[in-house]
């Protein structure tokens, strides 16, 4: 069984920052790709960036430049990501997700464990 459990969520002002962390634990695979994804109310779940145990990563284009994934590849447990420069439209329910394989796929099937998510609402 694997857990998921997102923490650093928030209310922040635009033009802000914000850091967000993953932990994992049960029995997972240290070599799996992670990821961030989100939803907005009322809209469909979207990648925000993923990261393989290798670093490689990927970031959705409204994203790009203004937040950064990484991983502690001392602790594969562990996975964050700040988020700077937020913008209103960046308000969502921040989801952390395991894939299973060590490829920062961008496609939401690829990832097989999700957290229960933690919410980040930027004010104008």
């Known amino acids: 069984q694997v857990q998921l459990v997102e923490s650093g969520g928030g209310l922040v002002q635009a033009g802000g920052s914000l850091g967000l962390s993953c932990a994992a634990s049960g029995s997972i695979f240290m070599i799996n790709a992670m990821g961030w994804y989100r939803q907005a109310s009322g809209k469909e779940r979207e990648m925000v960036a993923s990261?393989?145990?290798?670093?490689?990563?990927?970031y959705a284009e409204s994203v790009k430049g203004r937040f950064t994934i990484s991983r502690d590849n001392a602790n594969k447990n562990m996975l964050y990501l700040r988020m700077d420069s937020l913008k209103p439209e960046d308000t969502a329910m921040y989801y952390c997700?395991?894939?299973?394989?060590?490829?920062?796929?961008?496609?939401?099937?690829?990832?097989?464990?999700w957290g229960q998510g933690t919410q980040v609402t930027v004010s104008s």
């Open positions: 997700a395991l894939a299973l394989l060590n490829y920062p796929s961008p496609d939401i099937d690829s990832y097989k464990y």
């Open positions: 990261i393989s145990s290798r670093g490689r990563t990927y």
